[in-house]
């Protein structure tokens, strides 16, 4: 998974500007690069994160996308 993937899965799991998405993952590995995507994400002011839910099996994300003109 990339950054932009990561996006347009929170895109297309959005209602208004908030989100909730749970994202799948196998290895600690994943849980390290999908929390390293969302941080970029955030620095880059695209979302602001609420929340962050490592589960056993899946990463749960909750938060707010930022709509911003280029």
Same mark, same amino acid.
């Given at each position: 998974? %990339? @950054?932009? @993937? #990561? /996006? @347009? &899965? ?6 208004? %500007? /908030? ?6 993952? %196998?290895?600690? =590995? $994943?849980? %390290?690069?999908?929390? $390293? /995507?969302? &941080?970029? #994400? =955030? *620095? =880059?002011? *695209?979302?602001?994160?609420? =929340? +962050?839910?490592? *589960?056993? +099996? ?8 930022? +709509?911003?003109? $280029?």
């Amino acid at each position: 998974m %990339n @950054k932009e @993937k #990561l /996006l @347009k &899965k929170i895109q297309s799991a959005h209602q208004g %500007n /908030l989100f909730s998405l749970e994202i799948p993952k %196998n290895t600690k =590995e $994943d849980e %390290n690069k999908i929390e $390293d /995507l969302v &941080k970029e #994400l =955030e *620095r =880059e002011g *695209r979302i602001k994160l609420r =929340e +962050y839910v490592q *589960r056993e +099996y899946s990463v749960y994300l909750h938060g707010i996308i930022k +709509y911003v003109s $280029d």
